[in-house]
Nanobody, 115 residues
Framework: QVQLVESGGGLVQAGGSLRLSCAAS????????IGWYRQAPGKQRELVAR???????NYADYVKGRFTISRDNAKKMVYLQMNSLKPEDTAVYYC?????????WGQGTQVTVSS
């Protein structure tokens, strides 16, 4: 089982930026497609962006042009650069596999965007 630790969240004004980080505990992480997900209060968890082991990326329509996902397999890290943040981006953000049974979910990192 791979452990995942998310970090980098915080409180930011609308229009601001944050960079989230996801650290994995095992190098096998590099073989998997990884997604960033988010869950707002009272809503279901949703996929925000994903990146394949070969660094092919895909984004939800509502973050295209604002968010960028990247990975560093040598460091066992995945990142989410979030620009032009909006209040509706407020949520807890998680990373996990995409397209396979998920590993145990981490604690996530809270992102709060004030208007």
């Amino acid at each position: 089982q791979v452990q995942l630790v998310e970090s980098g969240g915080g409180l930011v004004q609308a229009g601001g930026s944050l960079r989230l980080s996801c650290a994995a505990s095992k190098s096998v992480f590099s073989l998997f497609e990884i997604g960033w997900y988010r869950q707002a209060p009272g809503k279901q968890r949703e996929l925000v962006a994903r990146i394949s082991s070969g660094a092919i990326t895909n984004y939800a329509d509502y973050v295209k042009g604002r968010f960028t996902i990247s990975r560093d397999n040598a460091k066992k890290m995945v990142y989410l650069q979030m620009n032009s943040l909006k209040p509706e981006d407020t949520a807890v953000y998680y990373c996990n596999t995409f397209g396979t049974n998920p590993w145990s979910w981490g604690q996530g990192t809270q992102v709060t965007v004030s208007s």
